[in-house]
């Protein structure tokens, strides 16, 4: 009976534009185990029991958040089952810790070390300059990336379909970015492919996530790279290098950095413009511009 629900219940969010797969396989992982207890609704021990299983406070609050909002769902049709609290398993907000962010130095090694990618004399080379290229410049996800087709390549910029929050959006590009994403496409055009992405293997397929960060960290080995204690370096953090370097070109003008704030979290598709007020933190420049502003608050002066 629970796993019933659980489908009707996918089927309507799916419905709504929610993908749920990762929803999917923990509903039903979470009726696996109350079945095991021979219930047939929602209980909220159970629930907790299940959601404790994960390894940290984060993923077990994550958890029975999912079964929260099933639960709900499920109560209008049948009130058996029981209602989930909020925040069982929660710490305290956690910590974001900061990201590696690339000098213009080690992101010119980075570059430059795709020209001794094999095969020699194949596209691949090129494709990996112009994909780690387009990330700094653009400050694209990855994915967005990945699923970038021909088609998406316009006089005006790109056009970015697959974004993390299924929202399209359109990217306008420096002339000189432009220029070297139009080189490689009339590169790729001499080399067979039957697959219409931008970005393509040596053997004419879509480049997967595996490929791209096994590629990726292979290039960082030719990098003299300037690493804090703990930091790891990851493709995304190309994405928060173009964010950081945006907002530290108009450091020292507040209202300058607030407008920038506001058309960078645009330009990188974020939801919420909190997600974008975090870049000030990155840096030391741009923690300075934070100080400053804080001063003159202080001194009852405007920043």
């Known amino acids: 009976m629970l796993k019933q629900t659980i489908e009707r219940y996918l089927e ?4 709504a534009g929610f993908e749920m797969k990762v929803d999917r396989g923990l509903l039903h992982d ?10 047939t609704w929602v209980r909220r021990q159970t629930a907790i029991d299940w959601a404790a299983k994960a390894p940290s406070p984060s993923q077990r609050e994550c958890r029975l958040g999912m079964v929260r909002r099933f639960a709900d769902h499920a109560r209008a049709e049948d009130p058996a089952h029981e209602k989930i609290p909020p925040k069982v398993f929660a710490s305290g907000r956690r910590r974001r810790t900061f990201p590696q962010i690339f000098s213009p130095e080690e992101l010119r090694q980075l570059l430059e070390a795709t020209a001794n990618l094999r095969p020699r004399g194949s596209l691949r080379p090129l494709t990996y300059y112009t994909l780690f290229g387009l990330l700094s410049a ?3 996800r ?4 990945m699923h970038l087709v021909v088609d998406d390549v316009t006089a005006d910029g790109l056009l970015v379909r697959k974004t993390k929050f299924r929202k399209s959006r359109m990217l306008p590009l420096h002339e000189t970015t432009q220029a070297i994403l139009e080189h490689y496409l009339q590169r790729r055009q001499t080399f067979a492919s039957s697959d219409n992405r931008v970005f393509i293997s040596t053997k004419g397929h879509a480049l997967t996530y595996a490929m791209i960060n096994g590629t990726f960290h292979f290039l960082l080995k030719r990098v003299d790279l300037s690493l804090k204690p703990g930091q790891r370096p990851r493709i995304h953090n190309l994405r928060h290098l173009f964010a950081v370097r945006a907002l530290e070109k108009c450091t020292g003008d507040y209202d300058r950095v607030t ?14 413009v909190t997600d974008t007020y ?8 741009l923690m300075a511009c934070i100080a400053d502003a804080c001063e003159l608050f202080i001194q009852g002066e405007k920043p």
């Open 138 to 140: 653009t400050g694209l």
């Open 12 to 15: 309507l969010r799916r419905a």
């Open 142 to 145: 990855i994915s967005e990336a």
């Open 30 to 39: 979470f009726a696996r185990f109350a079945a095991d207890r021979c219930e």
């Open 278 to 285: 975090w870049y000030h933190q990155a840096t030391p420049c």
């Open 259 to 272: 407008r920038q704030i506001l058309a960078l979290s645009t330009y990188l598709g974020h939801t919420h």
